[in-house]
């Protein structure tokens, strides 16, 4: 579908729950897509942050779009920290051990890094992410690491053929988010972005329904 209509039914899934469209932001994942695509399916419609999970592919179109609005959205390894600082926001930080590799980095090179953390909130063990009872200590841990600024949670949630069936996680993460005063919630991709933004997502990451004619 086109990105308008993308647009469209996340602004129907934010009024049926009274919240303002203005509220949730998409974030269009651009990964294995060509410059030609991006500026034709996305950046034709405006200047929308553009989510990347591949380092080494995302330096390539940083250096090809460096005004563009940029965030590392997939698996993060300790020696790629390197590669953080021209992202507005990583939406991956999995665990303590990165976040203070991150941090590390960031203080050396003189920037905050802005940055969510992610829930494996299905405990799936292909997942990243920290599992919800580990989420207490690792929240005060970053609140209280400097320069990171965390702003929130992220997840992936399992697949499924109806995205009713998900639903359940998406309502965890944004209790979880709730209770420790983080506002920002990345949750909901291509087949149930709806039902996260219904649930509270401020940012629904959507990559294959942009690009699909």
């Not at 390894?77 to 960031?106: C, T, W």
């Not at 090179?109 to 207490?136: C, F, T």
Request: aromatic share 6%; charged share 30%.
């Amino acid at each position: 579908m086109a990105l308008p209509e993308v647009l469209s039914r996340i602004a129907a899934a934010a009024r049926r729950t009274g919240r303002e469209p203005a509220e949730v932001t998409l974030v269009a994942v651009t990964k294995g897509r060509s410059i030609e695509e991006i500026e034709r399916r996305v950046l034709a419609y405006g200047d929308f942050p553009l989510g990347e999970s591949r380092v080494q592919e995302a330096r390539a179109k940083i250096a090809a779009m460096p005004q563009r609005r940029w965030h590392f959205i997939g698996p993060l390894q300790r020696n790629k920290v390197r590669y953080m600082r021209p992202f507005r926001l990583i939406h991956s930080l999995d665990g303590i051990r990165l976040a203070e590799a991150l941090a590390a980095r960031a203080e050396r090179e003189g920037y905050k890094a802005r940055v969510l953390l992610e829930v494996n909130v299905a405990r799936e063990p292909q997942k990243h992410g920290v599992l919800p009872e580990e989420l207490d200590p690792a929240v005060r841990k970053l609140k209280g690491l400097e320069p990171l600024t965390l702003l929130g949670l992220m997840t992936v949630a399992p697949l499924a053929d109806d995205p009713e069936e998900v639903r359940w996680v998406f309502r965890e993460l944004a209790a979880m988010a709730k209770e420790h005063g983080l506002p920002q919630l990345s949750m909901g991709m291509s087949d149930d972005f709806e039902v996260a933004v219904e649930e509270g997502a401020t940012l629904v990451r959507v990559g294959r329904a942009l690009f699909t004619e």
